[in-house]
C-alpha cells in the first residue's frame, strides 16, 4: 500500500512517499481503508524533532494520528458487522499517512448520516479540542471572548462555539484573508496580530476581555493575558509561537485572572469526537477545509502549514 514515511526529524522534504505492507488486523482491532488524513500542527513539530512531548520511538516511521473512511476488516474478537461502517479514527498516534491503518475497535467513532467524510475528519481532532475548550473556559451570555489563531482549524470552530454561546467574539489572525474569514464565521471583531497596536483597538472596542483561547503561546499570548479583566480566564492549548504564554500563576493571581490548560482522558475525548459529528451533521458547526493534497504530497502540506499560508483545515486526499 501506499505511505508516506518519516526518514529523520527535519524539514518538510524529510517525509517521503513510499509504500509498506498492508496491515492485518489483530485480536481487538479493525483495519480502517482511509479516505482522508487528518493534519495538525503538532505534526510538523513532530516532525522537525520539535514535539511538545518526549518522543521514545524510533525512525523511520508512518506519521499521522487521524484518519476517516471505510472499516474493511475485522479482527478476532470484533464483530463482523462493523465492517462497512463510515468511521474517523485516531490512530495511536502514528500510521495515518495510510492507505489502511489497523487501529483498536474500540477506537473509531461513526459519521453521522449527512455529515461527509472530509467534514467528518476535519472535526475529528479540532471538534473535540475545541469542545473541551469551551467546556473548560465555562462561557457565559455576554461575555468578550480572544480567540487567537481564529483562521485556522481549532480557532475557527472556537469562534464558532463562542459566538453561539451568546459572547462576543475578538478574533486575531494573521493577514487580511484570513481577518476577513474570521468575521464570515461571526466575530465581531477581527483584527490583524502583525499590525501595531492591535491590542490598544482591542481594548478601546471591548474594555478588554473575559476569556482568550490561547494557541499561540509566546509573546502574543503575553499580550493577550494584559488584555484580561480581573475574573477572567487564560485558556492555553498549542504552543504554535514556540513556547507556552510567559505568565507566572503568581502574576495571574495577582490580576484575578485563571490560568488552564485543559486536558481529558480517552473516553472524554470520544464523547467530545461524538458531539463535535453531530453538531456538524446537524450544520450548527461548520469546518473550514482551506486546502487539500494528494497522500504524496504530505511534504507540501507540511510545508504550507509551517509557513502559515493555509486556513482552516488541512486535510490528506488518500482517495
Not at 461524538?274 to 504524496?296: D, M, S, Y
Amino acid at each position: 500500500m501506499r505511505v508516506v514515511w518519516l526518514t529523520e526529524f527535519g524539514g518538510p522534504e524529510v517525509l517521503v512517499p513510499g509504500t509498506a505492507p498492508e496491515p492485518a488486523p489483530g485480536p481487538g482491532q479493525v483495519v480502517v481503508e482511509v479516505a482522508h488524513a487528518n493534519l495538525t500542527f503538532v505534526e510538523t513539530q513532530f516532525r522537525a524533532g520539535r514535539a511538545p512531548w518526549p518522543f521514545t520511538g524510533s525512525l523511520p516511521l508512518v506519521p499521522g494520528n487521524g484518519v476517516g473512511g471505510t472499516i474493511v476488516t475485522a479482527g478476532p474478537g470484533v464483530d463482523p458487522a462493523i465492517v462497512g461502517r463510515r468511521v474517523v479514527s485516531t490512530t495511536g498516534g502514528t500510521g495515518g499517512y495510510a492507505e489502511l491503518v489497523a487501529v483498536d475497535a474500540n477506537l473509531p467513532v461513526d459519521v453521522p448520516a449527512g455529515l461527509a467524510l472530509d467534514d467528518a475528519v476535519a472535526l475529528l481532532a479540532d471538534g473535540r479540542t475545541a469542545l473541551m475548550l469551551v467546556a473548560a473556559a465555562g462561557l457565559r451570555v455576554g461575555e468578550r471572548v480572544l480567540v487567537e489563531a481564529a483562521a485556522g482549524g481549532v480557532g475557527t470552530l472556537l469562534v464558532q462555539l463562542a459566538r453561539a454561546a451568546g459572547c462576543r467574539v475578538v478574533a486575531l489572525a494573521g493577514g487580511d484573508r484570513k481577518v476577513r474569514l474570521a468575521r464570515t464565521l461571526g466575530a465581531e471583531f477581527a483584527l490583524d496580530y502583525r499590525v501595531p497596536g492591535w491590542a490598544d483597538q482591542v481594548r478601546a472596542a471591548t474594555g478588554g476581555v473575559d476569556v482568550v483561547f490561547d494557541g499561540v503561546g509566546g509573546r502574543l499570548a503575553r499580550t493577550a493575558f494584559d488584555l484580561l479583566n480581573p475574573g477572567g480566564r487564560l485558556v492555553s492549548f498549542g504552543l504554535a509561537g514556540g513556547t507556552w504564554a510567559d505568565v507566572s500563576e503568581a502574576e495571574a493571581a495577582a490580576r484575578q485572572v485563571t490560568l488552564l490548560r485543559p486536558s481529558a482522558p480517552p473516553e472524554r475525548l470520544r464523547d467530545w469526537t461524538g458531539q463535535a459529528l453531530a453538531l456538524g451533521a446537524a450544520g450548527r458547526l461548520r469546518p473550514v477545509i482551506g486546502q487539500r493534497f494528494p497522500l504524496a504530497e504530505a511534504a507540501d502540506a507540511h510545508a504550507a502549514m509551517q509557513s502559515r499560508a493555509t486556513v482552516g483545515k488541512t486535510l490528506l486526499d488518500v482517495r
